[in-house]
């Protein structure tokens, strides 16, 4: 780290100031409550603060305490998070909060050590438990983070190099203001949101801009280091939804992997398809007679992959041989819970 020219010494007085001035006003920072922090902390991963807040307030609702939620049953908590996406979230909660009362009595551990054996619970997490609902001196760093720290001190680290995130831990631990880890914690967290944005920060509104030397040097935009990108690869699939007296079929996708223990419509194995054949060719010759609708196209994306889909409506009058799945009637539909990337071809079968 360069600090010969721009000391940050300064840096925690400027930035709490600042955050006891301007600091939002997020639901989970009512409370030390250190179950509403984890269940905060676990829904911000990956997703906005504004697509969480009512998730987190339903949440609380339904299970106000850690007990609650332990006792939920697996359906009822993958429903309620229907829509946040990444629903391996949801399943680590609940298994963490099921351990959490048997192994540590009911009590969330306060140490980084027992919060990272806890499943969904990474070294960000953990340290983000540690320091806002227990005070511990320490700094939990994600991209946002990096970023910050990269233009404050003008060093070229990369947000998805692991080895670099814990240099910045050290740098951003080494300026820990005495008796407030927490608020540091957030105030950082607040800036790297709102004015140290990816794109065009808000220098001008900063508290530490008499600190920064990417500022000084007018490089802001060359911090932090451009990690390489590898395309995402894109799959085509052909959602298949079977109804048949007025009833669906779906099945639910296995507990591990991508959308694990979700519901799904079948697909189209591409194997049914001929060279060149259209999949409603394909479908009127595997179930004669049934009435054929068109559902859309709709592109999902992933962290790794993107699915391209085409979705077919298959109205049948004979009862088809299937292995697996299950028929359900509309209300059992509407409350299975479905991944995001499906959702839109439920609500267009259900108004069929
Ligand atoms: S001065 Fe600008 S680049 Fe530097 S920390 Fe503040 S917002 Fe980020």
Same mark, same amino acid.
């Given at each position: 780290?360069?600090?010969?020219?721009?000391?940050?010494?300064?840096?925690? @007085?400027?930035?709490?100031?600042?955050?006891?001035?301007? /600091?939002?006003?997020?639901?989970?920072?009512?409370? /030390?409550?250190?179950?509403?922090?984890?269940?905060?902390?676990?829904?911000?991963?990956?997703?906005?603060?504004?697509?969480?807040?009512?998730?987190?307030?339903?949440?609380?609702?339904?299970?106000?305490?850690?007990?609650?939620?332990?006792?939920?049953?697996?359906?009822?908590?993958?429903?309620?998070?229907?829509?946040?996406?990444?629903?391996?979230?949801?399943?680590?909660?609940?298994?963490?909060?099921?351990?959490?009362?048997?192994?540590?009595?009911?009590?969330?551990?306060?140490?980084?050590?027992?919060?990272?054996?806890?499943?969904?619970?990474?070294?960000?997490?953990?340290?983000?438990?540690?320091?806002?609902?227990?005070?511990?001196?320490?700094?939990?760093?994600?991209?946002?983070?990096?970023?910050?720290?990269?233009?404050?001190?003008?060093?070229?680290?990369?947000?998805?190099?692991?080895?670099?995130?814990?240099?910045?831990?050290?740098?951003?631990?080494?300026?820990?203001?005495?008796?407030?880890?927490?608020?540091?914690?957030?105030?950082?967290?607040?800036?790297?949101?709102?004015?140290?944005?990816?794109?065009?920060?808000?220098?001008?509104?900063?508290?530490?801009?008499?600190?920064?030397?990417?500022?000084?040097?007018?490089?802001?935009?060359?911090?932090?280091? /451009?990690?390489?990108?590898?395309?995402?690869?894109?799959?085509?699939?052909?959602?298949?939804?079977?109804?048949?007296?007025?009833?669906?079929?779906?099945?639910?996708?296995?507990?591990?992997?991508?959308?694990?223990?979700?519901?799904?419509?079948?697909?189209?194995?591409?194997?049914?398809?001929?060279? @060149?054949?259209?999949?409603?060719?394909?479908?009127?010759?595997?179930?004669?007679?049934?009435?054929?609708?068109?559902?859309?196209?709709?592109?999902?994306?992933?962290?790794?992959?993107?699915?391209?889909?085409?979705?077919?409506?298959?109205?049948?009058?004979?009862?088809?041989?299937?292995?697996?799945?299950?028929?359900?009637?509309?209300?059992?539909?509407?409350?299975?819970?479905?991944?995001?990337?499906?959702? @839109?071809?439920?609500?267009?079968?259900?108004?069929?």
């Amino acid at each position: 780290m360069n600090t010969n020219q721009f000391e940050l010494i300064g840096l925690a @007085g400027r930035l709490l100031a600042w955050y006891d001035r301007e /600091k939002r006003d997020l639901p989970w920072r009512r409370s /030390k409550d250190p179950y509403r922090i984890w269940l905060a902390e676990i829904m911000l991963q990956q997703t906005q603060v504004s697509a969480v807040i009512p998730y987190f307030d339903r949440f609380l609702q339904t299970w106000p305490r850690l007990s609650d939620l332990a006792r939920a049953h697996d359906d009822q908590v993958m429903k309620a998070w229907e829509g946040l996406g990444y629903y391996s979230r949801a399943r680590n909660l609940l298994a963490a909060a099921r351990l959490i009362e048997t192994r540590f009595s009911g009590v969330m551990p306060s140490e980084e050590k027992e919060l990272l054996s806890l499943p969904g619970i990474g070294e960000y997490t953990a340290a983000a438990i540690a320091a806002i609902a227990f005070g511990r001196p320490v700094v939990a760093v994600d991209g946002n983070l990096v970023r910050v720290f990269a233009r404050l001190t003008a060093t070229d680290w990369d947000p998805s190099n692991l080895s670099q995130r814990r240099q910045v831990r050290r740098v951003a631990e080494s300026l820990l203001p005495p008796g407030r880890p927490g608020d540091y914690n957030e105030a950082l967290m607040d800036l790297g949101a709102t004015i140290c944005l990816p794109r065009r920060p808000g220098c001008s509104a900063c508290p530490l801009t008499e600190l920064c030397l990417a500022f000084h040097q007018d490089q802001v935009d060359r911090y932090p280091a /451009k990690p390489r990108r590898r395309p995402r690869p894109v799959e085509n699939k052909i959602v298949l939804v079977l109804i048949w007296q007025k009833k669906f079929h779906v099945s639910r996708r296995p507990a591990q992997g991508l959308l694990a223990g979700l519901y799904q419509f079948d697909w189209l194995s591409p194997s049914v398809l001929r060279e @060149g054949q259209a999949a409603d060719l394909a479908l009127a010759q595997m179930y004669p007679g049934a009435k054929i609708s068109w559902l859309g196209e709709k592109t999902h994306d992933f962290t790794h992959r993107q699915w391209q889909l085409g979705g077919y409506a298959v109205q049948v009058e004979a009862r088809p041989e299937l292995k697996t799945g299950i028929w359900v009637d509309r209300r059992t539909l509407a409350a299975l819970p479905f991944p995001a990337a499906l959702t @839109g071809y439920r609500e267009r079968v259900l108004l069929l």
